[in-house]
């Protein structure tokens, strides 16, 4: 196991690490593969189950406490992990950034953990065909993901129309009942530019959450030198314990702590 983390963590080849353990290259590679295996499918049930409407509404309050963002049940977007251009691959995973990749597309909550994720895309594909092919997109836009009915907006009154629970995303997205997207830069006016505003506060929990990731995860920082297959199941992995590391963070502990009724404690120990 240590062996694998050392790898995840600091983006080590094969080769340095088999000199390290004095393992062969060969079976370092089917350690990790194993391992990451076992991570994804012991942890995911814990750490990245299927959200209820429970769920969905408590992510919506906690984005709402810190975005001021009503309604949102997550922030969607796609990132591009390195990876070597399999044999036969063509121009399949090459990108627009002009590197071999595959897609990462994740649903980001408001404490930057991953509520889920689709991994393995070619790397030549856009953000919105991505998520429309993946299990999440197809059932969000089929209406079957179990989000909460819509509700008032805070600060309205109770005849107004409820609006529908919604994910956010950017220009890359297509528009739906159930995403939104900012306004597009022409014929902007006040309203549209303060809409773009909130808009994006509350849509930077993703790029924050890629860039915890890939910086406790060092591997995301070099081409990661093996078969796409083996990237999909170091990428689940890697998210699994992200979310992991992200719960137990000390830092989120105390936070909700003194947020809640932790906060009369600290106040009245603070002023005796």
């Known amino acids: 196991m240590m062996d694998v983390v050392e790898y995840l963590s600091t983006g080590m080849t094969f080769s340095s690490l088999g000199y390290e353990f004095q393992i062969a290259r060969s079976t370092i590679g089917t350690i990790i593969r194993e391992t990451c295996e076992?991570?994804?499918?012991?942890?995911?049930?814990?750490?990245?189950?299927?959200?209820?409407?429970?769920?969905?509404?408590?992510?919506?309050?906690?984005?709402?406490?810190?975005?001021?963002?009503?309604?949102?049940?997550?922030?969607?977007?796609?990132?591009?992990?390195?990876c070597m251009?399999?044999?036969?691959?063509?121009?399949?995973?090459?990108?627009?950034?002009?590197?071999?990749?595959?897609?990462?597309?994740?649903?980001?909550?408001?404490?930057?953990?991953?509520?889920?994720?689709?991994?393995?895309?070619?790397?030549?594909?856009?953000?919105?065909?991505?998520?429309?092919?993946?299990?999440?997109?197809?059932?969000?836009?089929?209406?079957?993901?179990?989000?909460?009915?819509?509700?008032?907006?805070?600060?309205?009154q109770p005849e107004e129309i409820p609006q529908p629970f919604v994910m956010v995303g950017d220009e890359a997205f297509k528009l739906h009942t159930n995403l939104l997207k900012p306004y597009p830069s022409r014929n902007m006016n006040a309203t549209k530019r303060v809409f773009n505003y909130r808009l994006s506060r509350c849509r930077r929990n993703v790029e924050c959450a890629f860039g915890v990731l890939a910086n406790k995860w060092r591997i995301f920082h070099t081409p990661i030198l093996v078969q796409p297959s083996f990237v999909d199941k170091i990428v689940q992995a890697c998210c699994i314990l992200h979310n992991f590391v992200r719960k137990r963070d000390v830092r989120d502990y105390f936070a909700q702590y003194f947020m809640g009724a932790g906060a009369v404690h600290f106040q009245r120990s603070y002023m005796y």
């Open 85 to 156: 251009n399999p044999r036969r691959g063509g121009s399949n995973f090459f990108n627009y950034k002009k590197f071999f990749s595959i897609v990462l597309m994740a649903v980001v909550d408001a404490n930057l953990r991953f509520v889920a994720i689709d991994v393995g895309a070619y790397g030549k594909e856009g953000d919105s065909t991505v998520f429309r092919d993946s299990p999440l997109g197809k059932k969000l836009y089929s209406g079957s993901l179990n989000l909460p009915p819509p509700r008032c907006l805070p600060n309205t």
């Open 38 to 82: 076992a991570i994804w499918s012991t942890l995911k049930e814990q750490e990245m189950p299927e959200p209820t409407e429970e769920v969905w509404l408590g992510i919506a309050d906690q984005f709402y406490l810190k975005t001021n963002f009503p309604n949102c049940v997550g922030t969607i977007d796609g990132k591009h992990i390195r």
